[in-house]
């Protein structure tokens, strides 16, 4: 079984932000719970703490932008890359400015820190998510085709193509067989790129305002005149004269893979992917799409994939135990009223179970001297079982609640006494959006206590300070 990773002591990194040109400090510190990759910008009121997930971005401009509470968290592909290239599934990540530093513009920066503070594993089975069918998304700029496909695989695997059809950038093409033995070496190294006859344009729109030659790769395509050579220093901020290399390449820095700019784009593609919220298994193929399409790729991933655990769990083991279980519900004593779980197929079914004693407090004041439980408390446990399978569709659960909206055909079939031991069963019926039904069953020794059917929906969970 393959378990969760985070990292065994925190770890920082400084620098100023591409677009921002803001100086931050970014630390990576360990999460020891069950609650996926989070940003905190520790510079805003309250410390605005933004989840690493699909439903958090705003903007793809030259970058994907989260934003929550109208805090936003600017250019997070290449940290996010880093943390997915190395497989680790918690993390809390401190920004004390709106950007990640820029570096060089690569993921090294981040992989080298993460892998000085350590990655452990966690005593919790690592999820994934898999395709049970192709998705693919496609759409034109520029009169260029820009196009991505995943298929349904056992593993992760990325076959990435890019062809501007501009004579300093010849047809590339990467492949990545495995993150865990490429990324670091393979892929994580490749700066960023831009084309020079964007680099007026960009500035304009007030973005790269922290780029310069030390942090990203120019391609000249453009025949510049000496004069126009003399304004490039001005826009890059130096005071030599700028030189256009052999290669086609602003400045004369050598590259440091033949084919880096088409291995950039890939890292970019893993770190739009990460915001799923976890691993995904599929055959990605990917040409010169854009931070927008790579958003539009993950969203529909989102929409149709499969969340599994990473090995089959037996049903007369536990899914997920008390602890799991005051991670994902709000609920407290005396109304928390599920022990564990014993078995759970994220989108179709769960079973959960209640362990009835006599020290429950509702039998000193329900049917004195002939201790029943009463009937809605058992609908209360199948709820709680319900919102348990409803959390487990998403990702971020410990950000969200389960709200439920009706109950219908209610029945009660058997008493329900001390020393009983309740099995929920429920399933999903229908699910729209973050709303759905879900039909309910109880039972003692296999025999059928209690039925209803559900409606339920996911809210943002409200958290007291």
Known sequence: MFKQRTIKKSASVTGIGLHTGSE?????NPENGNGGIRFIRKDSPGSIEIPADIDYVVDTTRGTNLEKDGIRVHTVEHVLAA????????????????????????????????LEAGIIEQNKPKVYLELDKPVLYSEKEDGLLKELV??????????YMVDYQKSNLSSQYTVVYSLEDE???EIAPARTWTFLSDIKTLRERGLIKGGSLESAIVIADLDLSDGELDELKDLFGVEDRIELGENGIVGTQPLRF????????????????ALLGAPLKAQIFGARSSHSANIELVRRIRNVCVKKQSE???????????????????????????????????GKRVVALKNVTFNEPFFSGHFPGHPVMP???????????????????????????????????????????????????????????????????????????????????????????
């Open 24 to 28: 931050v400090k970014l630390t990576f």
């Open 83 to 114: 943390v997915a290239g190395l497989g680790i599934d918690n993390l809390i990540i401190e920004l004390d400015g709106p950007e990640p530093p820029i570096c060089d513009g690569s993921a090294a920066p981040f992989v080298n820190v993460l």
């Open 150 to 159: 995943a298929m349904p695989a056992d593993d992760f695997h990325l076959t």
């Open 183 to 185: 990324f670091a070496t």
């Open 258 to 273: 033949d084919n880096e700019p088409c291995r950039h784009k890939a890292l970019d593609l893993i770190g739009d992917l």
């Open 312 to 346: 089959e769990v037996p049903s007369s083991e536990k899914v997920l135990d008390i602890e799991d279980i005051l991670e994902l519900l709000p609920h407290r004593y005396p109304f928390l009223l599920i022990d564990r779980v014993i078995d759970m197929e994220p």
């Open 375 to 465: 009937g809605v408390l058992i609908i209360e446990a199948m709820a709680q079982a319900g919102g348990l399978l409803l959390l487990n569709t998403i990702d971020n659960p410990q950000s969200k609640m389960a709200y439920f909206m009706g109950i219908d055909q209610a029945r009660f079939r058997k008493l329900v006494k001390p020393g009983d031991q309740i099995r929920l069963e429920l399933e999903m019926l229908r699910m729209r959006m973050q709303a759905c039904k879900m039909e309910g069953r109880a039972y003692v020794d296999d025999e059928l206590v209690a039925e209803a059917g559900l409606m339920a929906m996911i809210t943002d969970r409200e958290i007291s300070k």
